[in-house]
């Protein structure tokens, strides 16, 4: 059975982005009993999440040309009303960085800058995610996760603790 597509909802640089974002964190977890479900679920998630990154990155975007805007219009401002006496590039952008304007902008572009850069860590997870199915896929195929194993595994932890135990008696002697 095939999922319907879900209509794509917009990545704002708001509180609601980051519900989105924990909302796609959550679905990273592989249920190993239920591939089918998490392959078939896989591409829609992985466009969402490609989707918002895209947008997330052209807010970003936006939101640095903005500062860019606001830098060059306060620097314009400084350079007009100091024009008799004369300021240097570095006063004048010591000038422009402490203005309320510019911080204003900062701070928007840098919690859209966070956002884009969540946004881009969820979909490389996700492109590991993918990985992960088609390897636990093969692993199921080829009965890994069968009882023989689980008691070959239970079989290699007690072994493992018998050489602990062994390796500590010895070193007890050996003092």
């Known amino acids: 059975m095939s999922l319907p597509i879900r209509s794509r909802t917009t990545a704002q640089g708001s509180s609601s982005a980051l519900a989105e974002l924990d909302f796609y964190k959550k679905k990273i977890v592989i249920d190993r009993h239920a591939l089918d479900i998490c392959a078939e ?4 998630h992985f466009l969402d999440i490609c989707d918002k990154h895209t947008e997330a990155i052209s ?5 640095k040309e903005d500062l860019a805007v606001i830098d060059a219009e306060l620097a314009s401002k400084q350079r007009k009303s100091s024009a008799e006496k004369r300021m240097s590039e570095g006063a004048i952008y010591d000038l422009v960085v402490q203005d309320p304007k510019h911080k204003a902008a900062w701070q928007r572009y ?12 969820l979909r490389f997870s996700f492109e590991q995610r993918a990985k992960m199915i088609r390897e636990l896929t093969s692993q199921f195929s ?3 996760f069968t009882v023989t194993t689980a008691v070959r595994a239970g079989n290699r932890a007690a072994a493992k603790t018998g050489e602990d135990a062994m390796h500590e008696a010895r070193s007890a002697r050996s003092r």
């Open 41 to 44: 679920e896989q591409s829609q």
């Open 59 to 63: 807010l970003r975007d936006a939101a």
């Open 110 to 121: 840098e919690d859209r800058k966070h956002i884009a850069d969540r946004w881009g860590n």
């Open 142 to 144: 080829s009965g890994y």
